[in-house]
């Protein structure tokens, strides 16, 4: 294809985010948004997503997708398409400018084109470059975290030396642990990863979340593990994920 050619196709390697919703609701779904981020505007960073509602409860004929796409970008995330919708939602999300995405598309291997293969040419000894220092899988903060204060490890693990006060508030892609009183918000496993965990020395959380599946102490810690060392993670039970918080054992 000439290099001026008014269209052009390039591979990339874009960020798409697979959010699962079980409700098309605004009210419910807003509430969800600000417990799990805050409605921090710069929360996702502009990354794109396929809402995802395979797992859904029983869903109403209709939708305002508008205001669902709005209630998102607030906490910066870009609905681009939608999968698991019955027909009829599946055609008023498309007219509304969220196609539907097969069951695969997230996975699906570039298609690549077949190319007739060069004609051998006499072999030159290349130097390779030396390899880029890869980026940290752990990051450490060894500050305390005030309330209203937030930090995240994105693309990593999050080791915390010192207080979360509470109304502060750390995320991870990764695992997260503290060690030190944890007062505020904990949230890992941020991008997806269901198999990340969060540790701490003091449990005193006002919430904490793996994967955006989230528990809340509006009414405090459970006696049993209130200010104790403790593991937050995901079991599977019938099928389902729930969140457990259980006590851990440093001696």
Excluded at 16 to 36: K, N, S, V, Y
Excluded at 68 to 75: A, F, H, V, W, Y
Aim: without cysteine; charged residues 20%; aromatic residues 4%.
């Amino acid at each position: 294809m000439a290099k001026d050619s008014p269209i052009q196709f390039k591979g990339t390697s874009l960020k798409i985010i697979q959010t699962h919703l079980r409700t098309t609701d605004p009210a419910t779904l807003h509430a969800a948004l600000a417990e799990l981020t805050g409605n921090s505007p710069d929360f996702f960073e502009n990354e794109l997503a396929v809402l995802d509602f395979s797992n859904a409860d029983q869903l109403p004929d209709n939708a305002d997708w508008a205001q669902i796409r709005q209630l998102l970008g607030n906490s910066g995330l870009t609905a681009v398409a939608t999968r698991g919708l019955p027909d009829v939602l599946a055609a008023d999300a498309a007219s509304a400018g969220l196609p539907t995405v097969a069951s695969d598309a997230l996975s699906r291997a570039p298609r690549t084109k077949a190319v007739e293969a060069p004609a051998p040419v006499a072999p030159v000894e290349v130097t390779p470059p030396p390899s880029p220092e890869p980026a940290p899988r752990t990051i450490i903060l060894d500050k305390p975290l005030r309330s209203g204060q937030r930090f995240y490890a994105k693309g990593s693990d999050l080791i915390v030396m010192a207080m979360i006060s509470a109304g502060a508030e750390v995320i991870a892609d990764g695992n997260i642990h503290v060690y030190a009183p944890l007062r505020g918000r904990a949230l890992a496993g941020a991008s997806g990863d269901k198999a990340a965990r969060i540790f701490t020395t003091s449990l005193e959380a006002e919430l904490v979340s793996i994967a955006g599946i989230y528990r809340t102490f509006e009414a405090g810690v459970p006696a049993e593990l209130a200010r104790q060392p403790a593991t937050v993670s995901l079991i599977e039970e019938g099928g389902e994920l729930r969140l457990t918080v259980a006590a851990l054992a440093l001696r």
